[in-house]
């Protein structure tokens, strides 16, 4: 895993962590009404934000958000969900 937006901490682990700790808080956690999401700024790895800048491909944000990142982070609060998946992934 890399570098984290909004100058996020650096992780040990690989995707499967990220794909794992997804999945199990979209099932522990209650549904965020639409829009929510917009709110944020989310974290996603460096690597997966440079990629999306180049192809135009989208990126997954750790609380599972899917879009294609045009907005400058430093202007939102960090996503509740997201930082919840980082810190369990942290322990």
Not at 31 to 49: A, C, L, Q, T
Not at 68 to 76: A, G, L, V
């Amino acid at each position: 895993m890399g570098i984290f937006t909004r100058n996020g901490p650096e992780t040990a682990g690989g995707t499967d962590v990220l794909d794992r700790e997804l999945e199990k808080l979209l099932e522990d956690e209650a549904n965020i009404e639409d829009g929510d999401h917009e709110r944020f700024s989310h974290y996603v790895p460096k690597d997966k934000i440079m990629e999306s800048a180049v192809t135009g491909k989208p990126v997954r944000a750790l609380c599972g958000k899917k879009w294609t990142p045009s907005r400058d982070p430093e202007k939102f609060p960090v996503c509740p969900d997201c930082k919840r998946v980082y810190e369990r992934m942290r322990k």
